[in-house]
């Protein structure tokens, strides 16, 4: 197979993926259901998410189907990228569920990364208006209110967006992302 088709199902497996990943984000956050961008990523979502909440419900504010959704889109996706290289699958199910676990967490890692680098570009030219930097600021100040308490401004300078995307990159790093 060809390096164009696996490149588009890599993305196209990891672009849906990332979608799923903040629906759950989303629910987690709090983030405002009625604003565009949500509705959105629900519509775009609830065609699989909402028979597979029959199965899997949600504890509280986590999403138990959303996240089964993401590691089983992942293993997926490992599944048909291997097969097609290989012309078949040489792992067992519990290589396969692990590497879709940590493919999923780094998925989400580089979610993270990309959203807090947005925002922080986005604060420097933009009046915080749009809906979409509503939704990257309700899903972010979780991640960043810890920082900000032991790494309050200095002089109007907010170090907080800096350290965390320096932690998510250890992280992804340490998980071979």
């Not at 960043?144 to 300078?157: E, F, N």
């Amino acid at each position: 197979m060809g390096e164009g088709a696996q490149f588009l199902i890599v993305t196209v497996f990891n672009l849906y993926i990332m979608v799923v990943i903040l629906r759950l984000w989303m629910q987690l956050a709090r983030v405002d259901y009625f604003n565009p961008v949500s509705q959105f990523i629900v519509k775009i979502t609830s065609p699989i998410l909402t028979p597979l909440r029959k199965i899997l419900p949600t504890l509280g504010r986590f999403d138990i189907a959303a996240a089964f959704l993401a590691v089983a889109l992942s293993a997926l996706k490992f599944f048909i990228i291997v097969h097609l290289q290989l012309g078949g699958f040489p792992f067992g199910v519990i290589e396969l569920l692990v590497t879709s676990i940590q493919a999923t967490i780094v998925t989400a890692l580089t979610l993270v990364f990309w959203i807090l680098l947005i925002r922080a570009i986005l604060s420097w030219f933009s009046q915080g208006r749009h809906p979409m930097e509503f939704v990257m600021a309700q899903l972010t100040e979780p991640l960043l209110a810890p920082i900000r308490r032991i790494i309050p401004p200095i002089g109007g300078l907010d170090l907080s967006v800096l350290v965390l995307i320096i932690i998510v990159q250890f992280l992804r790093i340490s998980l071979g992302g």
